[in-house]
């Protein structure tokens, strides 16, 4: 009979897609996809660390993991992902929970079916841990888990270090794919006719080939929409200061993009954005947004905001609260911030308490809920 896995995974799309990259290595060494956790032989937590909460929960998950392992000791647990590319958390992983055989974080995933071998050959718990962010998972095969919609990573990493954000320490910096590795993955799904939505992901798409001499992410956009086929084309995620008319022109031009745009926010208030070191102002932002409306009529636009960081004042909150009804989103996904250990906001003065966070969070969903009423 076929060996079984049940992977759980926390956090973003990128996660969603490692999770395929996972499921591609295991498929490939002969495994199935178990129904559930409990008839699975090998279990995989693929963790996220951009809020504490998720942090938190994962590792009470991990904890109740120990009666699987009791009632088979041949099960093999691993824990992967964001959380574990942080040193402090694998090691705590490792010391704290024996029962979790392999550990290794987002550098290494290629190395799965190698530590798994290894963890059967020697019974040996298995712990990697690594700086060298690259690009060698991009090579892994992938069990697309998605129905219609393929993920396609363009890049990896981030260079803005926003000073609330984890990902600049646990991704490391931006490495954009090679044009034409995209371009292939892309053909080969094409030709298997049952991906009708292409999603390219990349922590900001907008950067893309300006860590080499390749193109650029609007010439990357035209040569993909030039290829013949019945898909649609859409990407995550922006960021407000590297957005370009000419990416925005394709948008509205192009018909095999989708007219949706996800374009993060975080705070409407200059003071906030600035502290925030997200690189442009509430004015800027808006002027963006006015041009997408002008050139995309029927645009879908979504945006991210985080509520509750340190220095936000009752004006700050409302600010964001205006800008809300201003653009008039077609969805707003709204976080209370939280503190991540090692970025410059962890340590900066009036940090919001949680009670307030709530009420602004709970205050932000009820505007979104006008919102959509209204429309
Ligand atoms: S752009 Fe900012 S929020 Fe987004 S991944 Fe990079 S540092 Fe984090």
């Keep these: 009979m076929k060996k079984k896995y ?26 199935t996809e178990a129904n559930n956790i409990k008839t699975a032989d090998v279990i995989i937590f693929n963790t996220c660390a951009i809020r504490g909460g998720a942090e938190n929960r994962a ?32 090691d705590f992983i490792f010391k704290t929970f024996p029962f979790v055989d392999i ?9 799965f079916q190698k530590f798994l071998e290894d963890r059967e050959k020697t019974q040996k718990r298995q712990y990697d841990y690594s700086e060298d962010f690259n690009l060698k998972s991009e090579n892994c095969p992938k069990y697309r888990t998605s129905g219609e919609n393929a993920w396609v990573n363009i890049m990896q990493g981030c260079n803005n270090f926003c000073t609330y954000c984890i990902v600049p320490y646990v991704r490391g910096r931006e490495r954009s794919k090679p044009q034409q590795d995209i371009i292939t993955e892309i053909k080969e799904l094409i030709k298997q006719k049952k991906y009708k939505k292409i999603t390219l992901l990349g922590q900001n798409v907008n950067s893309y080939g300006n860590d080499t001499n390749q193109i650029n992410f609007a010439n990357l956009l035209k040569e993909i929409c030039s290829l013949e086929g019945d898909f649609k084309l859409t990407f995550m995620t922006s960021h407000p200061k590297d957005l370009t008319s000419e990416v925005i022109d394709i948008i509205a031009q192009n018909d095999k993009m989708l007219k949706e745009i996800h374009l993060p926010i975080q705070s409407g208030s200059n003071k906030i954005l600035k ?10 932002y808006l002027s963006i947004v006015e041009e997408i409306k002008s050139k995309i009529p029927n645009v879908r636009l979504t945006t991210d ?8 004042t009752e004006q700050d909150f409302q600010n964001t609260c205006d800008l809300i009804k201003k653009v008039q989103y077609n969805g707003v996904f709204a976080f209370m911030y939280s503190k991540r250990k090692g970025t410059p906001a962890e340590n900066m003065p009036n940090q919001v308490d949680e009670e307030t966070k709530n009420q602004r969070v709970n205050e932000i969903l009820k505007l979104t809920k006008e919102n959509k009423k209204e429309n």
């Design 59 to 90: 590792m009470g998950n991990i904890g109740a993991l120990k009666k699987y392992k009791l009632e088979n000791k041949n099960k093999i647990i691993a824990v992967c992902g964001c959380m574990t590319q942080q040193k402090e958390n694998a």
């Design 6 to 31: 049940f992977i759980t995974t926390y956090g973003c799309q990128l996660n969603v897609h490692e999770s395929e990259k996972l499921a591609g290595i295991l498929q490939n060494m002969g495994y």
């Design 103 to 111: 550990i290794f974080g987002t550098t290494n995933i290629h190395l």
């Design 275 to 284: 502290a925030m070191n997200r690189k442009y102002t509430v004015e800027k």
């Design 305 to 312: 905001i985080i509520v509750g960081f340190p220095g936000e």
